[in-house]
């Protein structure tokens, strides 16, 4: 009989499995304490909702009413969103480099009922093709390993997890100093972080743009990290400014980006064509902060049209397949031109809303809209922050990671929630002059600092929780966690929040020196670090006043500029914002200071922009 346990999942890539004649348990320790008292390994299947092999891998495999009695035999079946799951995908993904390279999703493990992989790899097919064996085949290896050699899969499975432990631990160590946090950390110097954009250019493909070959992505941290090269200014940063340039209008004009503005995952071609045609939020609020009006404002309209719910929260992903004529097909819907589509069903959405997503779009749109003068987007971030702090924070903090119509998910927020949604409200905080946000801010940095995160209860029992890892194509929310503490001092005048900062990020940075490609996020907050700190407050009530123009021109490494009112002024000080201490006179006025030491006040836009400098970055049309 058929016990498949998904049909409540909050989660919609573990509701698309409740259909299958596989007795599919959530990963959490009853499904391991059962697998312990029947004395059988534990199968974690792991995928997202848009994943394309992943839906080719329920329909061939998991549908199979076979492999289903199979499973129901000799193991115990676990289901994993990896969006909803993050930590436990995190774990999962450093077990598996131990068997392959060729790292992705689907991600499938076998473990032992204690939590310890002790076999992996990624989609298999249904009957074997060239060198990859069948999922069958694989199973039937699994179960006999499991019965005849079970002293070599737990010793083997007991070194993967000892591997583990010790990596998360001289992690923990790095962030925090060896002492448990008095050790000031060492930071790459500024030149050394520099030279990456010319190691990034030696890389570049000439031909089409981008880096690398196929498969390629558009990598949005590293464009970001060019951008803050090309806003430090000099002749390697108009260099950098060139390779972002570039690698932007390749993007733009490739079929990777759709007719609607959004940008679809990555290109399985060198020349951006024959896109992998999922959708996802983070890859386009990624691009939002770099990107040229035209090129923003066409992924905004994506993000309004397509990913933004009534209650101005952003869903997760719309996926690459469609029915059109009766049959899923993946691409198709994407290949019609934009009058033709609207005949046809979209295709579904990723439905769920996760709360550090959600902050890098709230970012993606505050900066682009600030920058470009465009306050749709503004507004658009705004409601995502209104729609999160209703529904995923309680009494200041984030109590929620992924939501969808049928309730909140029960697993744990992680650092990526906590980072990266503090980061977007500080931004957003920044440009609209609402002291609010950077006051949840504030508080969810705080909480960030002292570590206030639940350790899923199987990984802790296994000692397999490796924290957040650093990915290549989505910021990392210990990153965001380090810019957010970055701005706080530079507006509480707290070197207690920069000294955190350098801490979370300079390990990291120090490795994105040799390897840029999951660590240029790092290498753009070291760089903020090492410059001097300069707040700009710009204090005026008309919007359109010349102050706040020439602002816009000052984002840099090291800058952080605030747009207030005098009425705003004078909350942000009275909510310890020393940066807005004395700041709220009638008269507009914007203020520059270099570590807190202050120029006079200018009073035209013109004097602000000579106390500025000229203008780094012209990409503003």
């Given at each position: 009989?058929?016990?498949?346990?998904?049909?409540?999942?909050?989660?919609?890539?573990?509701?698309?499995?409740?259909?299958?004649?596989?007795?599919?348990?959530?990963?959490?320790?009853?499904?391991?304490?059962?697998?312990?008292?029947?004395?059988?390994?534990?199968?974690?299947?792991?995928?997202?909702?848009?994943?394309?092999?992943?839906?080719?891998?329920?329909?061939?495999?998991?549908?199979?009413?076979?492999?289903?009695?199979?499973?129901?035999?000799?193991?115990?079946?676990?289901?994993?969103?990896?969006?909803?799951?993050?930590?436990?995908?995190?774990?999962?993904?450093?077990?598996?480099?131990?068997?392959?390279?060729?790292?992705?999703?689907?991600?499938?493990?076998?473990?032992?009922?204690?939590g310890?992989?002790?076999?992996?790899?990624?989609?298999?097919?249904?009957?074997?093709?060239?060198q990859?064996?069948?999922?069958?085949?694989?199973?039937?290896?699994?179960?006999?390993?499991?019965?005849?050699?079970?002293?070599?899969?737990?010793a083997?499975?007991?070194?993967?997890?000892?591997?583990?432990?010790?990596?998360?631990?001289?992690?923990?160590?790095?962030?925090?100093?060896?002492d448990?946090?008095?050790?000031?950390?060492?930071?790459?110097?500024?030149?050394?972080?520099?030279?990456?954009?010319?190691?990034?250019?030696?890389?570049?493909?000439?031909t089409?743009?981008?880096?690398?070959?196929?498969?390629?992505?558009?990598?949005?941290?590293?464009?970001?990290?060019?951008?803050?090269?090309?806003?430090?200014?000099?002749?390697?940063?108009?260099?950098?400014?060139?390779?972002?340039?570039?690698?932007?209008?390749?993007?733009?004009?490739?079929?990777?980006?759709?007719?609607?503005?959004?940008?679809?995952?990555?290109?399985?071609?060198?020349?951006?064509?024959?896109?992998?045609?999922?959708?996802?939020?983070?890859d386009?609020?990624?691009?939002?902060?770099?990107?040229?009006?035209?090129?923003?404002?066409?992924?905004?309209?994506?993000?309004?049209?397509?990913?933004?719910?009534?209650?101005?929260?952003?869903?997760?992903?719309?996926?690459s397949?469609?029915?059109?004529?009766?049959?899923?097909?993946?691409?198709e819907?994407y290949?019609?031109?934009?009058?033709?589509?609207?005949?046809?069903d979209?295709?579904?959405?990723?439905?769920?809303?996760?709360?550090?997503?959600?902050?890098?779009?709230?970012?993606?749109?505050?900066?682009?809209?600030?920058?470009?003068?465009?306050?749709?987007?503004?507004?658009?971030?705004?409601?995502?922050?209104?729609?999160?702090?209703?529904?995923?924070?309680?009494?200041g903090?984030?109590?929620?990671?992924?939501?969808s119509?049928?309730?909140?998910?029960?697993?744990?927020?992680?650092?990526?929630?906590?980072g990266?949604?503090?980061?977007g409200?500080?931004?957003?905080?920044?440009?609209?002059?609402?002291?609010?946000?950077?006051?949840?801010?504030?508080?969810?940095?705080?909480?960030?600092?002292?570590?206030?995160?639940d350790?899923?209860?199987?990984?802790?029992?296994?000692?397999?929780?490796?924290?957040?890892?650093?990915?290549?194509?989505?910021?990392?929310?210990?990153?965001?966690?380090?810019?957010?503490?970055?701005?706080?001092?530079?507006?509480?005048?707290?070197?207690?929040?920069?000294?955190?900062?350098?801490?979370?990020?300079a390990?990291?940075?120090?490795?994105g020196?040799?390897?840029?490609?999951?660590h240029?996020?790092?290498?753009?907050?070291?760089?903020?670090?090492?410059?001097?700190?300069?707040e700009?407050?710009?204090?005026?009530?008309?919007?359109?006043?010349?102050?706040?123009?020439?602002?816009?021109?000052?984002?840099?490494?090291?800058?952080?500029?605030?747009?207030?009112?005098?009425?705003?002024?004078?909350?942000?000080?009275?909510?310890?914002?020393?940066?807005?201490?004395?700041?709220?006179?009638?008269?507009?006025?914007?203020?520059v200071?270099?570590?807190?030491?202050?120029?006079?006040?200018?009073?035209?836009?013109d004097?602000?922009?000579?106390?500025?400098?000229?203008?780094?970055?012209?990409?503003?049309?």
């Amino acid at each position: 009989m058929n016990d498949n346990r998904l049909g409540t999942s909050v989660s919609p890539y573990l509701r698309l499995h409740a259909d299958n004649p596989v007795d599919w348990r959530e990963w959490g320790p009853d499904a391991f304490a059962e697998a312990r008292e029947r004395g059988v390994p534990v199968l974690v299947s792991v995928g997202y909702a848009t994943c394309h092999w992943c839906h080719v891998m329920a329909r061939e495999t998991f549908a199979d009413p076979e492999v289903g009695e199979l499973l129901r035999r000799d193991f115990v079946a676990v289901k994993v969103d990896r969006e909803e799951r993050p930590d436990v995908d995190a774990s999962l993904m450093a077990a598996a480099s131990a068997f392959t390279q060729q790292l992705g999703w689907p991600l499938t493990t076998f473990l032992t009922p204690d939590g310890h992989v002790f076999f992996a790899g990624t989609y298999f097919p249904p009957s074997p093709v060239g060198q990859v064996p069948s999922f069958r085949q694989i199973t039937a290896a699994v179960l006999d390993a499991w019965t005849e050699r079970r002293h070599e899969v737990d010793a083997n499975a007991s070194a993967i997890a000892t591997a583990i432990r010790q990596g998360a631990e001289a992690d923990a160590t790095a962030r925090t100093g060896a002492d448990g946090g008095g050790a000031e950390p060492r930071l790459p110097e500024v030149d050394r972080i520099r030279a990456v954009a010319d190691q990034l250019a030696q890389a570049e493909d000439t031909t089409y743009g981008g880096f690398g070959g196929a498969p390629k992505f558009p990598s949005a941290p590293l464009l970001e990290f060019l951008g803050d090269v090309a806003a430090d200014g000099d002749g390697v940063g108009a260099g950098a400014a060139a390779l972002l340039d570039r690698s932007l209008h390749a993007i733009r004009r490739s079929e990777l980006t759709d007719a609607d503005g959004g940008v679809f995952r990555y290109a399985t071609r060198r020349d951006w064509s024959v896109p992998h045609y999922e959708r996802m939020l983070y890859d386009n609020a990624g691009l939002l902060p770099v990107a040229g009006a035209e090129q923003s404002r066409g992924i905004a309209d994506f993000l309004r049209d397509t990913l933004r719910r009534d209650d101005g929260a952003f869903v997760a992903a719309q996926d690459s397949e469609s029915t059109i004529d009766g049959r899923r097909v993946e691409g198709e819907w994407y290949r019609l031109p934009l009058d033709e589509r609207a005949r046809l069903d979209p295709p579904p959405l990723d439905d769920q809303v996760l709360t550090g997503w959600n902050g890098l779009a709230i970012r993606g749109l505050a900066v682009a809209g600030a920058r470009h003068g465009d306050d749709e987007m503004v507004e658009l971030a705004r409601g995502a922050a209104e729609a999160l702090l209703a529904t995923h924070v309680q009494d200041g903090h984030v109590t929620v990671r992924s939501s969808s119509t049928r309730g909140a998910s029960a697993a744990p927020p992680t650092i990526e929630d906590v980072g990266l949604f503090a980061e977007g409200l500080l931004e957003l905080a920044l440009v609209t002059g609402d002291v609010r946000y950077a006051e949840v801010a504030r508080g969810l940095v705080d909480d960030g600092l002292a570590g206030r995160f639940d350790v899923d209860p199987v990984l802790a029992a296994a000692g397999t929780a490796t924290g957040e890892q650093p990915q290549t194509a989505l910021r990392s929310g210990t990153v965001g966690l380090a810019s957010a503490a970055a701005v706080l001092a530079a507006l509480t005048g707290d070197d207690a929040y920069r000294s955190a900062a350098a801490r979370l990020v300079a390990d990291r940075a120090v490795t994105g020196t040799e390897r840029p490609l999951g660590h240029a996020d790092a290498l753009g907050v070291a760089l903020t670090l090492r410059r001097p700190s300069r707040e700009v407050v710009v204090v005026a009530s008309d919007p359109a006043d010349p102050l706040r123009v020439a602002a816009r021109t000052a984002r840099r490494p090291g800058t952080v500029v605030a747009l207030v009112t005098p009425e705003q002024a004078r909350a942000w000080s009275a909510a310890g914002f020393d940066a807005f201490t004395s700041r709220d006179g009638a008269d507009p006025a914007g203020y520059v200071c270099h570590d807190r030491v202050c120029a006079l006040p200018a009073r035209t836009g013109d004097e602000l922009a000579a106390q500025l400098g000229a203008p780094l970055d012209t990409r503003l049309g």
